[in-house]
């Protein structure tokens, strides 16, 4: 149920708060975010930092919530996010709204059994995730090949910082 109000609650956000007449000068950057979301589930199904757990039914499982979040929520926050975005100074202050919104929402979810937490992730570690996507889809809509560039040694040092080798993950 937590799911439903939760879409619903971005889809207002969405209705009020997108520019819908722009929406294909985010798009790059929402595929971008997707791409990456969905080859990491992929790729570490069997060994994630964190999964969403439903309390609800038993059918409403990680993948679909993170599905859910990938194709509704995200984008409706990249949008928010990129189209609302500061010039100058202000924009520390902006990101850092952000990234306090995204960590505190995740532990509200993590205190109700919503977000179960990992092989040693932990808050810290998605406050500095917060703040790595923020960044990567600020430069990936400013340079997506600057972000492309950038995101291969982040990829490399999260690897090696909490998962195991990849001829492991049978």
Known sequence: MYLLLVVVTYIVFAYFFVDWKNWNKYYPTIQFFIICNLLYNFLFYNH??????????????????????????????????????PKGKKRFFYMGIWITYFTILEYLFYKKGLFIYENDWNLFWSGVFNLILFTMVRIHYKSPVTALIVSIPLIAFLLVLFHPPLNSLK
């Open 48 to 85: 994630t930092l964190w999964r969403y757990h439903a309390l609800t039914v038993d059918w409403l499982n990680h993948t679909l919530i993170d599905l859910t979040f990938s194709f509704i929520i995200v984008p409706v926050v990249i949008m928010i996010f990129l189209r609302y975005y």
